[in-house]
Nanobody, 115 residues
Framework: QVQLVESGGGLVQPGGSLRLACAAS????????MGWYRQVPGKPRELVAR???????NYVESVKDRFTISRDSAKNTVYLQMNSLKPEDTAVYYC?????????WGQGTQVTVSS
């Protein structure tokens, strides 16, 4: 069983930055992949960024060059640094962990980009 707790969401102006954190209850070195997803009402949840235990990273095209996913094994935490935020980045952001064969989700954190 893996528990995930997200933090760092909030309200930010366009062009601003936020850093999300996802703390896991187990060693993240034992987790195959961890990622950040986001969802807006009426739309499916979409992958934003994902990092694998071997180091490979994926980003959705719309956040490349603006968002950076990273991991700190000592703190069992994965981060999402979000820069140059746009109103269309507004969503609930969820942390996700795939530890074979199960998928785990955090409770979500709201990110609102608005002037």
């Amino acid at each position: 069983q893996v528990q995930l707790v997200e933090s760092g969401g909030g309200l930010v102006q366009p062009g601003g930055s936020l850093r999300l954190a996802c703390a896991a209850s187990v060693s993240i070195d034992d987790i195959t992949a961890m990622g950040w997803y986001r969802q807006v009402p009426g739309k499916p949840r979409e992958l934003v960024a994902r990092i694998f235990s071997g180091g490979m990273i994926n980003y959705v095209e719309s956040v490349k060059d603006r968002f950076t996913i990273s991991r700190d094994s000592a703190k069992n935490t994965v981060y999402l640094q979000m820069n140059s935020l746009k109103p269309e980045d507004t969503a609930v952001y969820y942390c996700n962990a795939f530890q074979t064969p199960r998928l785990y989700w955090g409770q979500g954190t709201q990110v609102t980009v608005s002037s």
